[in-house]
């Protein structure tokens, strides 16, 4: 098995531990300048079938193959949801109390669909818990860093968040002209920024990082 395909190894030993469910979780938009954070759950059981042909966490596949394996992964997984947090809520609350309510708005997502969060553990990409500070009930969390390389569910979550927040960057582009969203997603390009300078900010814009560009993780 190549290094960049994910697998059930991982869910199939929480399952085997005792959890019912394990909920694949990523976020994509944590580095942008511009638009949303987002949080992608994805949720899975033992009976899980086959992995969609071709996931790959979202990095590291085109926005063409994007496209093709979302709707396929939101019908592989049991459940899936999509939370997200503002560019005025990331400028309000920093990036890691965002997070956690993007991840908050998705898990609550899951419970209207009728997943069962109580039995259930999240499988979270990274070695930071941002998730059970936002939650007036803690859930449980196993972090793992590459979990979105390594695990299926949190790959399936990664390209379903991804495709979300493209969908609404490039629709914003169509709101605010001038910026490039489609083609840069709300990114720091240099013609992004070129773009701020002639056009001045938004309000879709992370006006504290813009501030201190310099400290954006790339």
Known sequence: MAVSDPH???EREMHAAGARFVIGCDEVGRGAIAGPVSVGLAVVDVTIGPLPVGLRDS???SEKK???IAPLATEWALFSSVGEASALEVDQLGISRALGLAGKRALVLLHEMGANIRESVV?????FDWLNPALASPVRVQKRVKADRDCASVAAASVVAKVNRDRLMITSDGEY???GWAGNKGYGSASHFAAIAELGATELHRHTWLKNTEAIPA
């Open 66 to 68: 994007r496209e093709l």
């Open 59 to 61: 990095k590291m596949l």
């Open 177 to 179: 002209p001038g910026y």
């Open 8 to 10: 059930l190894d991982v």
């Open 123 to 127: 499988l979270l990409d990274g070695a």
